[in-house]
């Protein structure tokens, strides 16, 4: 059963901010990410959190267990290219989730695939002004 997660961060701004994402229980006490994190710095698909519970909310506490996949937030600034480099980025073996309104998306990049590769061709992008991106979460990553 999916459950919904409350993530509390400070944005860019320095500001308190919110982020719900899903997860579901695994052992009756810790819960695996279930999507893609947008804006939490520092988590990933399939890690393990903790969480604490306040009036029916579940909040994010801490995390237990790395999946080691990596995180990257990527915003295009030429909407031209997305879906092409969208579908590069599938093609590199990676998942995307992305916001409703588009522009904004965040990428999975599991552990088994060549972190370099993705970085070299996001570095071209952004060089080319098509998109800008943040490593949010270095899983598996050796550089």
Known sequence: ??????????????????????????????????????????????????????????????????????TIQIIFFDRHKESEVLKKIEEMGCAWEGMQGGAYYAVDVPPNINYNSIKVFLDEQQQNLVLDYKEACLGNVSK
């Open 1 to 70: 059963m999916r459950n919904k997660i409350t993530i509390t961060y400070r944005d860019l701004k320095g500001e308190i901010a919110e982020e719900t994402i899903w997860a579901e229980l695994v052992n009756n006490e810790y819960y695996k990410i279930d999507n893609i994190p947008f804006f939490a710095p520092n988590l990933a698909y399939n890690d393990i959190i903790s969480v604490e519970e306040d009036d029916g909310v579940l909040y994010f506490n801490t995390l237990i267990k790395s999946s080691m996949h990596t």
